[in-house]
C-alpha cells in the first residue's frame, strides 16, 4: 500500500485557464474526500465520496469546481476559468468511513493562479 | 455550526520543556476528536485520536484526553525534542464524517 497519491504535485496556471487535479486513494478505502488550504489556516471540507456517489459538498465549491469518482477508484477535481483566490494547496484524503476511522491525507496538490 | 478552536501560535520552547497547545470545540453530538500534524514539506498525518468522552489518545509521548464538560482535546507533551517542530492542527468529525479543522499551531523547538 503506497498511500494516497496526488498528481500533479505542484501546479502554476493563468487566470482564466482550467485546471484538473487528480486523487489515488489507499485502494480498499470506500470515502475520498478533498480539502482546500490557505497559509496559516487548516484545511476546509470541499466534498465527499462514498464510492462513486457524491453526497456532500461545500458552499465553497463554487460552479466553477466539479469533482467526480468515476468507478469509486480515483477522483478528480476540475476547476474551470481560474481565479487568483484558488490559489492554495488542494488536499485529498481517504478513509474506510465511520467517524472513528482516520483519514488519510495525500501530499496536496499546490494551485497557483497567476 | 460545528467548529474547533486552537490556540494560536507559534509557539516556540526548548528542548525536554513541556508542550500544551489548547483546543476546545463546538459541536451538535458527540464527534470524535484528533490531533494531527504537518512535518515541514510533509502531508498531514494523524497524531491521536479520541471518540468519546473522558478517552484519552496517545502517540509518540503526545496526550490528549476528550473532555466533553469542557469541550476541550488540549494537546500535551511532557518533553519535546526539536524533531518535533511542526504545525498542529486539532479536528473534530462531524456527523457526516467530515472534518473540520482548526487553523493550526506552528511549534518551533530550539535545541
Known amino acids: 500500500d503506497t498511500g494516497v497519491s496526488q498528481d500533479p504535485r505542484h501546479k502554476i496556471t493563468k487566470r482564466g485557464q482550467n485546471v484538473t487535479f487528480r486523487c489515488d486513494p489507499i485502494s480498499e478505502h470506500n470515502r475520498l474526500y478533498w480539502y482546500r488550504q490557505t497559509l496559516g489556516q487548516g484545511p476546509e471540507f470541499l466534498t465527499y465520496f462514498q464510492n462513486e456517489a457524491q453526497l456532500e459538498k461545500s458552499r465553497l465549491l463554487s460552479d466553477r469546481f466539479s469533482a467526480e469518482r468515476p468507478k469509486g477508484s480515483f477522483s478528480t477535481l476540475e476547476i474551470q476559468r481560474t481565479e487568483q483566490g484558488d490559489s492554495a494547496m488542494y488536499l485529498c484524503?481517504?478513509?474506510?468511513?465511520?467517524?472513528?476511522?482516520?483519514?488519510?491525507f495525500g501530499p496536496g496538490t499546490r494551485l497557483t493562479v497567476t | 455550526g460545528n467548529s474547533v478552536t486552537q490556540m494560536e501560535g507559534p509557539v516556540t520552547l526548548s528542548e525536554e520543556a513541556f508542550l500544551t497547545i489548547n483546543c476546545t470545540y463546538t459541536a451538535t453530538g458527540y464527534p470524535s476528536l484528533f490531533w494531527y500534524v504537518q512535518y515541514p514539506g510533509e502531508g498531514l498525518q494523524l497524531l491521536l485520536k479520541a471518540t468519546k468522552a473522558d478517552d484519552k489518545g496517545s502517540n509518540k509521548g503526545f496526550e490528549a484526553t476528550y473532555r466533553k464538560e469542557t469541550t476541550s482535546f488540549h494537546l500535551e507533551k511532557g518533553s519535546v525534542q526539536v524533531s518535533d517542530s511542526a504545525v498542529y492542527f486539532c479536528a473534530l468529525s462531524d456527523p457526516s464524517e467530515k472534518l473540520v479543522f482548526g487553523k493550526g499551531t506552528k511549534l518551533t523547538v530550539n535545541p
Open positions: 484524503a481517504s478513509s474506510l468511513g465511520g467517524v472513528s476511522h482516520e483519514q488519510y
